[in-house]
T-cell receptor
Framework: LAKTTQPISMDSYEGQEVNITCSHNNIATNDYITWYQQFPSQGPRFIIQ???TKVTNEVASLFIPADRKSSTLSLPRVSLSDTAVYYCLVVENSGYALNFGKGTSLLVTP | GAGVSQSPSNKVTEKGKDVELRCDPI?????LYWYRQSLGQGLEFLIY????????KSGLPSDRFSAERTGGSVSTLTIQRTQQEDSAVYLC????????????FGPGTRLLVL
């Protein structure tokens, strides 16, 4: 299983851009990088997934360098409602056991 | 359409009792997962069902834990002889076909063992 490492917590003010970086040094060739968001008392929900370079959707952007040993989730102009835990996962194309880890707890304040 | 549903939403039980937790996945989803989340912790994988294949039980913490999936749809997670350390939120998720695809989570069942 590819292990991921991400910061335990981050703080930001409203309106700022937040970048959360995840390390996955032993990612395999066919693995995908996926990010989930979890609000208190709710199950996680999918944010974005990518394989390489950059992926953007209405919620976030995901930057993946050429070596794919890390990835950065970028949240533009965060609001208070973006306060949540963000999980970085390496989804193995050949496997299925998923390790969510402890995620990054993001606190957005006014 | 309806999302993943779980019941009960909350369960309080006494140490030593058995509990059953239910998960109704999204219709048509062949993959189903159970996770456990203790207070302030990340998600711990428990078990994975994929279609008619034998489930991956590698995450179950002890033989007191078991799960079934009947007819490829509803799943039940059973914890026998509950212990206080079993207290956690139990989350169920489903995906269309494989773990590589987006998982849709239910609201969870909050289990408290006294």
């Amino acid at each position: 299983l590819a292990k991921t490492t991400q910061p335990i917590s981050m703080d930001s003010y409203e309106g700022q851009e937040v970048n959360i970086t995840c390390s996955h040094n032993n990612i395999a060739t066919n693995d995908y990088i996926t990010w989930y968001q979890q609000f208190p008392s709710q199950g996680p929900r999918f944010i974005i997934q990518g394989y390489k370079t950059k992926v953007t959707n209405e919620v976030a952007s995901l930057f993946i360098p050429a070596d794919r040993k890390s990835s950065t989730l970028s949240l533009p102009r965060v609001s208070l409602s973006d306060t949540a835990v963000y999980y970085c996962l390496v989804v193995e194309n050949s496997g299925y056991a998923l390790n969510f880890g402890k995620g990054t707890s993001l606190l957005v304040t006014p | 359409g309806a999302g993943v549903s779980q019941s009960p939403s909350n369960k309080v039980t006494e140490k030593g009792k058995d509990v059953e937790l239910r998960c109704d996945p999204i219709s048509g989803h062949t993959a189903l997962y159970w996770y456990r989340q203790s207070l302030g912790q990340g998600l711990e994988f428990l078990i994975y069902f994929q279609g008619n294949s034998a489930p991956d039980k590698s995450g179950l913490p002890s033989d007191r834990f078991s799960a079934e999936r009947t007819g490829g749809s509803v799943s039940t997670l059973t914890i026998q002889r509950t212990q206080q350390e079993d207290s956690a939120v139990y989350l169920c998720a489903s995906s269309l076909a494989r773990a590589q695809e987006t998982q849709y989570f239910g609201p969870g069942t909050r289990l408290l063992v006294l």
